[in-house]
């Protein structure tokens, strides 16, 4: 089999060629195609990180198709976020296929955290998606059937960031503990430098560990998540606020498994690294501090036994994760790469025997009759992002323009008396 990897943004392009490592050496090979949907998405730099190489084509969805149209590939792998699974479904569907189309499968870039029937709603049109958990499984499957689809498209991997995570190793010394941020989680100024005190006021209880910061996004990183470049502004000034004697906190860079193999303890609120620690056997916690917060995707944390605050954490006895939580959410991805494989193979040949069409958006996007409606209002791209719904940001946007304005003509009429 060969394989299009198609991928968007950077988590998403590193959970591909995860992906791709592991079903080489089930001799399945490939190319990855970065699909650009936003001309800041990601840099040159950044992919070649990443991938270690540069991607065989980077590229707008449409030339992406196009490329697709020429042949030579058996599967397409769609690593993209949910807006951009429905245009390219959508667009795939009426694009006619000479030498007949690939089979598409979908992935996550990490654990759902959150949003999860809009997302397994964006993907269902795929011939395979690919889940990472027993109970996204049921949940899929439970939405599936209420949409009327029963042919069972669906495969539980694990989460693709903890393949091949048995013969994972730690470092000689560990005295890392590690705090994992994400760009919006938490969101604001006052929350992050929440954190950096809890942080600093452990650092100088436990003097023989080094607390760090993992950001998320570096200051020559692209990034689709708003206020992603803050976090580092936010770092410094912390560390510049800190009392004479007072040791500052220190910046880590790496992957997520490399810095795991330091650390004695990892931390975050809701990020994908903490599963990755999990998986390879390293103590975790998932900051409580700011509730079980839906838009923050703790709550996927609920019944895990990690779940704690940062002011009663004791590094020296973290919590422990709760095995039947772990079967139910996490799962064992090492053991099924083969049978991905050999499901994948499977699918293939009978496409080959029996083309299927591939599928529309609907009616898991909504029904055709309101999508033409909202296109026909709003254009293509606001419908199928529905970004038409953000009414409220626009009547805010008015309002400040009109304010600044009228304050602008204030100003100007003082001068024009004088």
Not at 175 to 203: C, G, H, N, W
Not at 283 to 297: K, L, N, Q, R, T
Request: with cysteine.
């Amino acid at each position: 089999m060969n394989i299009a990897y198609v991928s968007t943004f950077d988590s998403f392009l590193r959970s591909n060629r995860i992906l791709a490592e592991a079903l080489a050496k089930e001799g399945v090979t490939g190319d990855h195609l970065v699909m650009r949907v936003r001309m800041d998405q990601i840099t040159d730099e950044q992919i070649g990180t990443i991938l270690g190489a540069p991607a065989k084509k980077v590229a707008g969805m449409e030339e992406i198709i196009g490329l697709l149209l020429q042949g030579g590939y058996d599967w397409v792998v769609l690593s993209a976020e949910n807006t951009s699974c429905r245009r390219f479904f959508e667009i795939l569907q009426q694009t006619p296929f000479p030498k007949g189309r690939p089979l598409v499968a979908t992935i996550y870039p990490g654990i759902l955290f959150r949003h999860h029937y809009d997302g397994f709603s964006a993907r269902m049109p795929a011939d395979l998606v690919i889940l990472n958990s027993i109970k996204d499984c049921r949940t899929y499957e439970e939405l599936a059937r209420t949409q009327g689809r029963t042919d069972g498209n669906f495969f539980n991997l694990g989460p693709v960031t903890i393949i091949d995570t048995a013969g994972f190793k730690f470092a000689a010394e560990r005295r890392k503990v590690i705090f994992f941020d994400q760009p919006s989680v938490p969101q604001t100024r006052e929350e992050k430098m929440y954190v950096f005190e809890q942080l600093s006021r452990l650092a100088e209880s436990h003097p023989h560990l080094d607390f760090c910061v993992k950001l998320r996004v570096g200051p020559k990183d692209a990034t689709l998540h708003k206020g992603g470049h803050g976090t580092l502004d936010y770092f410094s000034d912390f560390n510049k606020s800190l009392p004479p004697g007072r040791k500052p906190l220190h910046l880590v860079d790496g992957s997520p498994r490399a810095l795991i193999a330091e650390s004695r303890l990892a931390l975050s609120v809701s990020s994908t690294a903490l599963i990755e620690a999990l998986a390879c056997g390293c103590p975790s916690m998932a900051v409580a501090d700011f509730g079980i917060d839906e838009d923050y995707g703790v709550s996927y944390f609920v019944g895990s036994g990690i779940s704690g605050l940062l002011e009663t954490l004791d590094p020296e006895n973290p919590p422990l994760a709760s095995a039947e939580w772990m079967k139910e959410n996490v799962g064992n991805a090492d053991l099924q790469i083969p049978v991905l494989a050999a499901r994948m193979a499977a699918d293939l040949a009978e496409h080959r025997k029996q083309p299927k069409p591939a599928s529309s958006i609907h009616p898991y996007y909504g029904s055709r009759a309101f999508y033409r409606h909202a296109v026909e209002k709003f254009g293509a791209r606001k419908a199928i992002s529905r970004r038409y719904r953000n009414r409220q940001g626009v009547m805010l946007a008015k309002y400040a323009l009109h304010f600044v304005t009228k304050r602008l003509s204030s100003v100007l009429s003082v001068f024009r008396k004088r």
